[in-house]
């Protein structure tokens, strides 16, 4: 019986097949209370996740140690609630900034807004601290603060929302060797002929932590309104990746204008590009305009497109289905085509001072996360073949017991062996 708890108990299993649509924390965050005042802030280490909350109009503080040679960036997901109760506003969303011990900005702070897609879903801002060469500001070793505010309106939903905050560190690139200190100006921008042929099917994940890994090529999925569904690409140095979601057909009238919203995140969880499209019943595609091939200069651009293509590692697209969509053309499954292409030939990654970062999920991970959905989809039928097999087992045992000759108190207990193999 153990094996059939455990096939029910799995975490993973549970978030693929949920079709509420709540967002996959971390499963290994560890709970952070954000502070009201500075001097309150708990710390914050590199390489690490954090799970937290914030109230309307919350300003709350944490705080991280930072060396004199790394580029740091601090990431925040803000999960509001779901359902027909929750409303948010065109300009509801969340700010993060790093900031020195006299309370100036590190000057590359980052927000996120729910903008014309006025639907609740997961969305994530991010603050960066950059070490450059004659930089003035947050360039010294020693504490910092995190400072991460919520903007609500009146009229919306004046529940929590959860927090997802994570810390990653760069190391510098060895002296000399950094290459151009200019953002590119220029690059491919020509989409290319869309990926053609049968698509394979894929589960998208509810969070960052659980997204479905894609190759290039063409994939179906089902998303519900109301969902996010995450995936993720890995784009190498020197490689262009290329991405679209197509809605399709359903029966029914009506119009909703932003219906399907993708977005499209970097290995840090920085925003880089944002797409969406009309819904009337007819099949419809959101494409990604071209970003420029991942470089390290690109991180010189004051463009969020250009400088979010910075690093090589996982890039994430969350895609989401308006609430409004059911409304007109039913509570349902909707099918869910993504078209996938990454150009160029992977290069070297830049002459870092220290290890190589690799952002994103490890192989380790991606085996893990592939089994567990294989057993998130097989789960109740081979929980009830386990079932079945134990219940066969004992009813064979019972009667053997019943056909055995009567047992004196001295004799031995009849042994039936292990259970059969089914």
């Not at 502070?35 to 705080?63: E, H, M």
């Not at 939903?157 to 990653?168: F, K, N, Y």
């Not at 119009?255 to 925003?271: E, G, H, I, K, M």
Request: proline content about 7%.
């Amino acid at each position: 019986m153990a094996a059939v708890c455990s096939v029910g108990a799995s975490p993973v299993q549970a978030a693929a097949s949920d079709d509420s649509g709540a967002y996959a924390f971390d499963r290994h965050a560890a709970a952070v209370a954000g502070a009201a005042a500075s001097t309150d802030a708990k710390q914050l280490k590199a390489g690490s996740v954090y799970r937290s909350s914030i109230k309307p109009g919350g300003q709350l503080y944490y705080q991280v140690d930072l060396d004199a040679t790394s580029d740091t960036y601090v990431s925040a997901v803000a999960v509001p609630g779901l359902g027909s109760q929750a409303k948010v506003d065109y300009a509801d969303g969340i700010k993060v900034s790093l900031q020195d011990l006299k309370g100036d900005s590190c000057g590359d702070d980052g927000d996120a807004v729910f903008g014309s897609a006025t639907y609740p879903r997961p969305i994530a801002a991010h603050a960066t601290r950059a070490v450059k060469v004659g930089g003035i500001s947050c360039q010294s070793a020693g504490p910092y603060y995190v400072l991460i505010e919520r903007t609500t309106k009146a009229t919306s939903a004046q529940e929590e929302w959860g927090l997802e905050i994570r810390v990653d560190a760069e190391p510098g690139v060895k002296s000399g060797s950094a290459g151009p200190t200019e953002a590119p100006t220029s690059w491919p921008s020509a989409s290319p002929v869309p990926p053609v042929g049968t698509a394979q099917r894929t589960d998208g994940g509810t969070g960052f932590n659980d997204a479905a890994a894609l190759k290039p090529g063409v994939w179906n999925d089902r998303i519900r309104p109301g969902q996010t569904r995450f995936y993720r690409v890995p784009v190498g140095w020197g490689q262009q990746l290329f991405a679209s979601a197509d809605l399709g057909s359903s029966a029914g009238t009506g119009f909703v204008a932003t219906a399907l919203d993708v977005q499209l995140y970097n290995p840090v969880r920085s925003a880089v590009a944002n797409t969406y499209t009309m819904y009337d019943g007819k099949p419809k595609s959101a494409a990604m305009d071209p970003v420029p091939p991942v470089a390290y200069r690109n991180r010189y651009s004051v463009r969020e497109e250009v400088s979010g293509a910075r690093m090589a590692g996982d890039y994430y697209l969350a895609v989401t289905l308006s609430p409004d969509v059911a409304k007109s053309f039913g509570e349902k499954g909707y099918g869910l085509t993504l078209r996938t292409s990454v150009k160029g030939t992977e290069g070297a990654p830049p002459a870092y001072a220290g290890t190589v970062p690799r952002y994103g999920t490890s192989t380790a991970e991606d085996a893990n996360h592939d089994s567990m959905r294989l057993v998130g989809f097989a789960g109740i039928s081979a929980g009830t073949v386990l079932v079945l097999g134990l219940g066969v087992w004992t009813l064979v045992a019972r009667r053997r017991a019943g056909t055995a000759p009567a047992q004196t108190a001295r004799q031995t207990p009849p042994q039936y062996g292990p259970p059969p193999a089914w």
